[in-house]
């Protein structure tokens, strides 16, 4: 008995002797940036988003400004402008419109430094409109099907944007709580850590809900740098989590992120009973 009140006694002691410790951290890569752009065959204002990395949880980027920013193909080359300016967002003009099977190559100008990074634009296919049901009797729908998750050639990524502000009973609410913006991926590769991925929160919606349905296909290297992104954030957490590991860019060095390029179709419905 004397013997196990001195295993707890130590034991306490143990535990009682806490010490919070602050780990100064500080950033590898100083110089380094973070870039986020792509160029579609839709006749569109396409912008680049270029950023500083952050050192804290939650922290907002930093953008970077005052860069010279180019996209080029085989026939043209086209400069960004900074819009709105000190935004680190750069737009090329409105008239500008990617062409299926075309190389593209992006150029930064950063005080003297320049990185690059190169694709193709894919061909944009035609594809099935998701599926919706009716959940219980309060009259909201959900989505049950999207697309398939795995295609050994066709890689794509699907934006999904709902909106009900205009539905009788919600026109008087914050239209921003009425929207609401899905991405859904089909990649060349099945994770076990994507098949027990955390459960999310499905997305209700009512009849008469407007959806934007958009598939955007994908290189295999910008389908790989998605995967591995998916890797490290929604996949993480389930019952096989995977090892962690830098995700792969297109960008030179000093730079990480996706340049990309994407044939895009798309379609709207609106959802009836």
């Known amino acids: 008995m004397k013997k196990r009140l001195l295993y707890i006694f130590i034991f306490l002691s143990f535990i009682s002797c806490e010490k919070q410790v602050e780990w100064p951290l500080q950033s590898e890569h100083s110089n380094l940036i973070i870039v986020d752009g792509m160029i579609t065959n839709e006749k569109k204002s396409h912008?680049?988003?270029?950023?500083?990395?952050v050192t804290q949880l939650n922290e907002t980027p930093k953008p970077v400004s005052g860069a010279t920013v180019l996209i080029s193909d085989e026939d043209s080359t086209y400069q960004l402008t900074e819009h709105p300016a000190g935004s680190g967002i750069y737009k090329t003009a409105s008239y500008v419109i990617g062409r299926v099977g075309n190389h593209y190559t992006l150029l930064i100008n950063l005080k003297g430094k320049i990185y690059s990074a190169k694709t193709t634009l894919p061909q944009g296919y035609v594809f099935n409109p998701l599926q919706y049901a009716k959940v219980g009797n309060n009259g909201l729908y959900h989505i049950t099907w999207i697309a398939n998750t795995y295609n050994a050639e066709r890689f794509?990524?699907?934006?999904?944007?709902?909106?009900?502000?205009?539905?009788?009973?919600?026109?008087?609410?914050?239209?921003?709580?009425?929207?609401?913006?899905?991405?859904?991926?089909?990649?060349?590769?099945?994770?076990?850590?994507?098949?027990?991925?955390?459960?999310?929160?499905?997305?209700?919606?009512?009849?008469?809900?407007?959806?934007?349905?958009?598939?955007?296909?994908?290189?295999?290297?910008?389908?790989?740098?998605?995967?591995?992104l998916l890797s490290e954030t929604n996949w993480q957490g389930g019952l096989f989590d995977s090892e962690h590991a830098n995700i792969p860019t297109n960008l030179s060095d000093g730079a990480i992120g996706f340049f990309s390029a994407c044939g895009v179709t798309k379609l709207s419905l609106t959802v009836t009973p």
Not at 47 to 53: G, H, M, R
Not at 176 to 182: A, G, I, P
Request: hydrophobic content about 35%; proline content about 8%.
């Open 47 to 53: 912008e680049i988003k270029i950023t500083y990395p």
């Open 156 to 228: 794509a990524m699907y934006e999904i944007l709902l909106d009900w502000s205009n539905v009788p009973g919600y026109q008087n609410i914050n239209p921003d709580s009425c929207k609401s913006r899905l991405l859904y991926y089909t990649l060349p590769t099945i994770d076990v850590s994507q098949v027990f991925a955390p459960v999310v929160e499905k997305q209700y919606f009512p009849e008469g809900t407007i959806i934007t349905e958009t598939r955007y296909s994908l290189t295999r290297e910008h389908a790989e740098f998605i995967r591995a």
